[in-house]
């Protein structure tokens, strides 16, 4: 018996990096799986495949989800991406970044890829601490669609358990990074920016920047990538 | 204030042609989905496309699903479809006709769809009394799909509730034809067959064939389909 297989989803960002490593350091055998969108920040499925190569996965694929039925995203369509919203408008209320069922789509196409592969665990690298206020990143979430995936799969009707870990749900930034870091994360290779230039560098600004830059503030390092506005 | 809006699944087989007739009967505006996911029934997406025509749907999307990332379903790969397994043997196990997480990935998506048309109402033919062994066809799948939709997005978040109808899902395929022919549904338009002759015409054999014939049989009606082998 080889090690058992883990299924990771995998943006290219902070977050899914840390649980890549996570899921490596518990000794899975590492899958993969990141998703083409039609988001806006590309450069992300450019990070997800820099991680993949450099944690060694055993297979990585991109899935192409067609957004064309997706509406009133600022990650899909041409809303502009808010800049410098200060930490208490950032926890108020669902931000017009939200896609619609995003983390639904993506976990049940993972799950599927995970019964295909005769995976029972799941990792994907919510976070619901210094998190954007989108409401499929919190643990009552995860919990639900992991009771559903169990009566939704041959494996869980057959006696088997799926498992959704989200080992950073209850995280701050600053903790994710402090745990990434001690596990060999190269935060250099990820990608986190809504907004970024056209060369990659990051805006600095939009929601998704600004928690970045908390965190690896309040975890006492500096931050590899490179930003416009600094 | 128009009709509510309601997303059907439609496959373009026999049940979800009675679930969107059900749902019409009910006062929706329909907006129907179907799913490209290189079933080798494509018939089915055809059929799909006149029996939204023939119930003057408002919106209807085929959206392609990558199936490069599923193995081992005999609906997408080369493994036979069995065919005449009696009654006995249909209702033992999770036949190989199964796709991993399929009706969890559709419903998701559907899920998407209905955020960003802004409805609240999902219909899904799933049956869970003469149906194939499929788990993701039993109505704590779908109880457990509606929980955790509800925890996924927006509308759930912010006071409404997501509703995944299932209104053939006690009902044997003799009823569900029953209450289609009072609501007018043309089966002639529809399409079950696993394993169809290059002209579409239905093998008669494979499970769904069989479930299908039996459901006329049961419904003192015959079906205006053309068959290979009768």
């Given at each position: 018996?080889?090690?058992?297989k883990a299924?990771?989803?995998?943006?290219?960002?902070?977050?899914?990096?840390?649980?890549?490593?996570?899921?490596?350091?518990q000794g899975f055998e590492?899958h993969?799986?990141?998703?083409d969108?039609?988001?806006r920040h590309?450069?992300e499925l450019?990070?997800?495949?820099q991680?993949a190569?450099?944690?060694q996965?055993?297979?990585h694929v991109?899935?192409?989800v067609?957004?064309?039925?997706?509406q009133?995203?600022a990650?899909?369509?041409d809303?502009?991406?808010?800049h410098?919203?200060?930490?208490?408008?950032?926890?108020?209320g669902?931000?017009?970044t939200?896609?619609?069922?995003r983390?639904?789509i993506?976990?049940?196409v993972?799950?599927g890829l995970?019964e295909s592969?005769?995976?029972?665990?799941?990792f994907?690298?919510v976070?619901?601490v210094?998190?954007?206020?989108?409401?499929?990143?919190?643990?009552?979430?995860?919990q639900?669609?992991?009771?559903?995936?169990?009566l939704?799969?041959?494996v869980g009707v057959?006696?088997?358990?799926i498992?959704?870990?989200a080992?950073?749900?209850?995280l701050t930034k600053?903790q994710?990074?402090?745990?990434?870091?001690?596990l060999?994360v190269?935060?250099?290779l990820?990608?986190?920016?809504?907004?970024?230039a056209?060369?990659g560098a990051?805006?600095?600004e939009?929601?998704?920047?600004?928690?970045?830059l908390?965190?690896f503030?309040e975890?006492?390092?500096?931050?590899?990538i490179r930003y416009?506005n600094?």
């Amino acid at each position: 018996m080889g090690a058992p297989k883990a299924v990771i989803l995998l943006s290219g960002g902070l977050d899914s990096a840390t649980a890549l490593a996570i899921a490596k350091s518990q000794g899975f055998e590492l899958h993969a799986i990141s998703f083409d969108y039609g988001q806006r920040h590309r450069f992300e499925l450019a990070a997800a495949q820099q991680v993949a190569n450099a944690a060694q996965v055993a297979s990585h694929v991109v899935f192409r989800v067609d957004t064309a039925i997706f509406q009133g995203s600022a990650l899909t369509n041409d809303i502009p991406v808010p800049h410098n919203r200060g930490e208490a408008e950032m926890s108020t209320g669902i931000p017009v970044t939200y896609v619609p069922a995003r983390n639904t789509i993506f976990l049940s196409v993972a799950l599927g890829l995970a019964e295909s592969l005769g995976a029972s665990d799941l990792f994907l690298g919510v976070n619901a601490v210094d998190y954007s206020g989108y409401p499929d990143c919190r643990p009552e979430f995860v919990q639900a669609f992991e009771q559903m995936a169990n009566l939704a799969t041959k494996v869980g009707v057959e006696g088997g358990r799926i498992r959704i870990h989200a080992p950073l749900i209850h995280l701050t930034k600053g903790q994710i990074i402090q745990q990434g870091l001690l596990l060999g994360v190269n935060y250099g290779l990820t990608h986190s920016c809504y907004d970024p230039a056209a060369d990659g560098a990051s805006c600095g600004e939009c929601d998704s920047c600004q928690l970045r830059l908390k965190g690896f503030a309040e975890a006492n390092s500096k931050d590899p990538i490179r930003y416009i506005n600094r």
